[in-house]
């Protein structure tokens, strides 16, 4: 076999392993995407803007709130400072893929460009077997989702009010696939104090703070418990 | 706005993310050592993010207001426990779904 071949080999086998892992976002991301187009633009917008900020922005959170930002007047510095705090989340995913994205090569360039809360859950726990490329794994998981999102902003932009059927809960998609990923990663580690610190403080400040401010603060307070909890983690060694 | 405000304002969006998303990677280059405490942190958060994500992901869901999150409890009980019995993700999050959409539209 060529080298060519070989690498053309290499890289159907790792699509063909991560195509399965992203239905589920290709279901959440068509209709979260559909739904951003439509706001767009029954909100005045040509759908040349939400599939520039699909490719470019790349965030479901963001992109919503981007909406209540071109409908006001002028005002850069409130977009950025929205910006950071939505997405300062992309911190904890950058800490934690930093090994394996760089290891990916020179495409780990754009891993980190298409870092999004269900790519960094997929690429994080996939147990990808040892003959499939793990970089070209989560390049293409990364790339579907990219692609998806793009879709599905584009057509909801296009096609806007147009369409209408049933779909009431189906966004609940993406929530039950944080659960699973969360049960996976539960029955991965013995000592669940990780899990529990991120799930407990998270409702604790979702109720002090509540839904619309409550994210900052949880990453604020899971950042304070695990610095303290250090010493106890690593000496147990129970840190993953 | 004028188009060229629009551009800027998405721009700026744009500029935003893409600095959050690459900042830990320019202030842990890769020719010197990560810091311990960095790498502990790296070990730890997805753990943590996780339990974050499922909290993000219901954010919205009211106890005071009805249905009480009925819906909500019910779906997600039925993705974990056809989950902790069969492991299979697709199978899981789709038997959720389907089950959460079929309360919404003809229980709730």
């Known amino acids: 076999m060529t080298a060519a071949e070989n690498r053309a080999q290499t890289l159907r086998k790792a699509l063909r392993c991560a195509f399965p892992y992203t239905i589920p976002i290709l279901a959440g991301y068509l209709f979260m995407g559909i739904t951003h187009g439509i706001i767009m633009n029954v909100s005045g917008f040509s759908f040349v803007y939400p599939m520039i900020m699909s490719l470019t922005v790349f965030g479901g959170a963001m992109q919503f709130a981007a909406v209540s930002l071109l409908t006001r007047a002028f005002d850069p510095l409130s977009a950025l400072v929205l910006t950071v705090m939505i997405n300062a989340r992309y911190l904890f995913y950058g800490v934690s893929m930093l090994e394996r994205y760089r290891a990916a090569g020179p495409k780990g360039v754009y891993l980190v460009y298409g870092t999004v809360d269900e790519t960094f859950s997929i690429n994080y726990t996939a147990a990808v077997p040892e003959d499939v490329d793990r970089g070209w794994f989560m390049f293409f998981v990364t790339l579907l989702d990219h692609l998806y999102w793009i879709a599905g902003c584009t057509l909801g932009g296009i096609f806007g009010s147009l369409i209408s059927f049933n779909t009431e809960g189906l966004d609940f998609v993406m929530t039950a696939m944080f659960l699973v990923i969360f049960l996976e990663q539960w029955c991965k580690e013995k000592n669940h104090t990780c899990e529990l610190t991120g799930l407990l403080l998270s409702l604790l400040c979702r109720v002090v703070f509540g839904a619309e401010r409550f994210l900052l603060p949880a990453m604020l307070a899971i950042l304070a418990a695990l610095t303290l909890l250090r010493r106890p983690l690593e000496a147990g060694g129970d840190a993953p | ?108």
């Open chain 2, 1 to 108: 706005m004028t188009d060229l405000q629009l551009i800027v304002t998405i721009a700026v969006i744009a500029l935003g993310s893409l600095v959050m998303r690459f900042l830990p990677y320019w202030l842990f280059p890769a020719g010197r050592p990560t810091p311990a405490y960095v790498r502990y942190l790296g070990r730890v958060l997805p753990s943590a993010a996780f339990g974050l994500l499922v909290v993000y992901a219901l954010k919205d869901v009211s106890l005071t207001a009805a249905p009480h999150g009925l819906p909500e409890a019910i779906a997600l009980a039925v993705t974990a426990a056809l989950h902790l019995w069969k492991r299979q993700l697709l199978l899981s999050v789709a038997a959720g779904t389907v089950c959460y959409m079929l309360l919404v539209q003809l229980v709730f």
